[in-house]
């Protein structure tokens, strides 16, 4: 029977969620497939999640446990995933900063390309049929993959976790020998611990509306109310400093998929757009009613964001009291 | 010091995209080329590296078509030595693009071969470290801080909450992201001197790869939006309908 293999990805000894959207989509690839899932998990200890796995939809588990596998390993990393996908007719990985890194060293190592970023996947006589945005989200491709294993990375946010009541039981997978060319020292916290925009179900964008860097309080205020938010840029405040660059939403920062996008102070430059049209639902605040921010958003409040984002807030902080 | 920076041509960020009459790609006509964005901390990072050190040589390269001179002419007016265009119509699986860069780059002998991280036309992310991989040369990804010294590289990458620091040995490849520095523009007399400076054209082949685009369509439009009201009284009216009617809060 052929095999999906999932790669999931861990930080400090948990899996992150994005590993159970990986295995979600790996179990509905294998259904259209006639195949089984093949979870693997990467890391130097016993992982909190691995034990659900096979409620995502894993028929079994491989850990590959390894004393380098602490931190992320580039090269063993590659040289596990490589030998795990032997035979194997597909590899999905998260399109996370780790994912995005191993899956090209994968196809390079198993001579087959990778279809990256990848917002739907199928399957069509046999081959795995995916669809990826280009240009930022302004077109969207759709590619069939003739190798074997078909490599996909899939973008966060875009497969909610599924339950499927798969067996998930555990085997050692013997790590292979590799030369580590690259090693990973350490992970440090970044300079305001956040949520990251690609991977927070709310994200709270401003522009340059927001008029000066420390009204950025605002937002991080409304981020806070709603709970699981983070606080996105424009790439006009980007480019001028007043947020980090991890912080952009566009052509040229990330694209995002939340449940739910503010643009608030943002016009909607087509770079912009580019970036943020997947979120379900778009809210704009923005004082000039012909801003083209307001032919995306689902829902717009044309008024003064000093005004409005405070008394949203404060709504917001009512709402979540009540319930 | 020794440096190679591979370049893309790519469309304008500012571009709205339309699809062409063969269902696969983008109609190129009136589109404003640029040289991708990514790619322009790398050619930065190469000539501060090569000023820093005081001598040796830049070189970039790019695989495209005859059009991907001017993209190369760019470079070499910001400040790089030398050009060399593979010669290409390019291919959709970056493992090919891969091959014919490491092929061309294995003999080179350079100390770091710099990329951006992703070109904003493809979003492949894939090209940088397939033709590190082809070489058996360490990479690190998506750079956003650097330090290269004593023929080590210490670098650090944004990761999800975090910022992951990595070190490896030369020869090293290298792709770049935004925060890496700040891509100087060409003056007049880099512009001048840029047409001077040796442009090198190889055709090269690419194999057929394990990616064929089906096709390209634009997204589906967003239904039409509308205006809750103005100003601060439309508060509790949004609100209730991201509850009720959304239902994403």
């Known amino acids: ?323 | 010091m020794k440096i190679a920076v591979c370049l893309k041509r790519v469309p304008d960020t500012t571009t709205k995209i339309s699809i062409a009459a063969d269902g696969k790609s983008i109609e190129e006509g009136g589109v404003k080329f640029i040289p991708n964005p990514y790619d322009e901390f790398a050619l930065e990072e190469a000539i501060k590296l090569k000023e820093t050190a005081g001598s040796g040589e830049t070189v970039v390269v790019s695989l495209g078509g005859d059009v991907a001179q001017e993209t190369i002419r760019t470079a070499l007016a910001m400040g790089i030595d030398r050009g060399v265009l593979l010669q290409s119509p390019g291919s959709a699986d970056g493992l090919e693009v891969a091959k014919a860069l490491a092929t061309e780059l294995k003999a080179g002998g350079f100390d770091l071969i710099l990329f951006g991280k992703m070109a904003v036309d493809d979003y492949n992310h894939q090209v940088g470290v397939m033709t590190a991989e082809l070489m058996g040369l360490p990479c690190i990804t998506a750079v956003a801080h650097l330090k290269v010294s004593g023929g080590a590289v210490e670098a650090e990458r944004e990761i999800e909450g975090g910022i992951e620091v990595s070190t490896c040995s030369l020869p090293a490849v290298l792709t770049c992201d935004k925060g890496l520095n700040t891509p100087r523009l060409p003056a007049l007399k880099g512009i001048m001197a840029a047409k001077k400076k040796p442009l090198e054209v190889k055709p090269v082949s690419l194999g057929s790869g394990s990616l064929t685009v089906q096709s390209l369509n634009l997204p589906p439009e967003r239904p039409a939006g509308r205006i809750v009201g103005e100003g601060p009284d439309a508060v509790v009216e949004l609100v209730r309908l991201l509850r009720s009617e959304a239902k994403v809060i």
């Open chain 1, 1 to 323: 029977m052929p095999t999906v293999l999932a790669v999931t990805e861990n930080r400090t000894g948990v899996l992150r969620k994005v590993s159970f959207e990986v295995v979600t989509a790996a179990r509905h690839l294998a259904d259209l497939l006639g195949a089984t899932v093949d979870a693997i998990v990467l890391s130097d200890g016993a992982v909190t999640g691995t034990e659900e796995l096979g409620k995502w939809g894993a028929d079994r588990v491989l850990l590959a446990t390894h004393p380098d596998f602490r931190l992320y390993q580039p090269d063993g990393f590659a040289a596990t995933v490589a030998a795990a996908a032997a035979g194997h007719v597909a590899v999905l990985l998260p399109a996370s900063a780790t994912g995005r890194d191993l899956a090209p060293r994968v196809g390079a190592r198993l001579g087959v390309g990778c279809a990256t970023d990848v917002v739907g996947i199928g399957a069509e006589g046999g081959k795995v049929l995916v669809t990826r945005p280009v240009y930022a989200g302004k077109a969207l491709q759709r590619v069939r993959l003739e190798g074997t294993p078909a490599i996909v990375s899939l973008r966060p946010n875009t497969v909610p976790p599924a339950e499927s009541g798969k067996a998930g039981g555990a085997e050692k997978f013997d790590v292979p020998p590799f030369t580590a060319r690259v090693t990973v020292k350490e992970i440090k916290a970044p300079a305001q611990a956040a949520l990251d925009v690609t991977e927070a179900p709310i994200v709270v964008s401003g522009g340059r509306g927001l008029k000066d860097p420390s009204n950025f309080k605002l937002l991080e205020e409304l981020a806070a109310a709603l709970g699981t938010a983070a606080v996105g840029a424009s790439r006009a405040v980007v480019d001028a400093g007043w947020r980090e660059h991890g912080d952009q939403v566009g052509q040229t920062g990330k694209t995002v998929s939340p449940s739910l996008y503010f643009a608030v102070g943002i016009s909607g430059a087509i770079q912009h757009l580019a970036g943020m049209r997947t979120a379900k639902t778009i809210v704009a605040i923005n004082r000039d009613k012909d801003a083209p921010i307001f032919k995306v958003a689902d829902y717009g409040i044309v008024g003064d964001l000093f005004e409005v984002v405070p008394r949203l807030t404060e709504e917001i902080r009512k709402l979540r009291a009540e319930s």
